[in-house]
Nanobody, 121 residues
Framework: QVQLVESGGGLVQPGGSLRLSCAAS????????MAWYRQAPGKQRNLVAR???????NYADSVKGRFTISRDDAKNLVYLQMNSLEPEDTAVYYCNGYVRSPGFVTYTEYWGQGTQVTVSS
């Protein structure tokens, strides 16, 4: 089994910064795409940022220039550095990853349990 565990959420004032981390553990041979999604109350879950195994990144328009996604493949970690936070960034942030386990030829999608980010004065 594979687990994704997020950390780093919390309460921050507008204009502040937070860094989210996600650790993948378990039966892992390789990890391809890793991403962060978020879901605000009463809204659907949306992609925030994605990073491919080669390092290519994609961002939602609403976070471009403010958020940065990065990964440490040696440790199976993915990070989301969030700067200039706005109240509209308040949501539960979920880590997402595609993992290949030893003996398998395909990748399976996994989700973390989510971490709350609240931006408020």
């Amino acid at each position: 089994q594979v687990q994704l565990v997020e950390s780093g959420g919390g309460l921050v004032q507008p204009g502040g910064s937070l860094r989210l981390s996600c650790a993948a553990s378990g039966n892992i041979f390789s990890v391809s795409v890793m991403a962060w999604y978020r879901q605000a109350p009463g809204k659907q879950r949306n992609l925030v940022a994605r990073i491919l195994s080669g390092g290519t990144t994609n961002y939602a328009d609403s976070v471009k220039g403010r958020f940065t996604i990065s990964r440490d493949d040696a440790k199976n970690l993915v990070y989301l550095q969030m700067n200039s936070l706005e109240p509209e960034d308040t949501a539960v942030y979920y880590c997402n990853g595609y993992v290949r386990s030893p003996g398998f030829v395909t990748y399976t999608e996994y989700w973390g349990q989510g971490t709350q980010v609240t931006v408020s004065s």
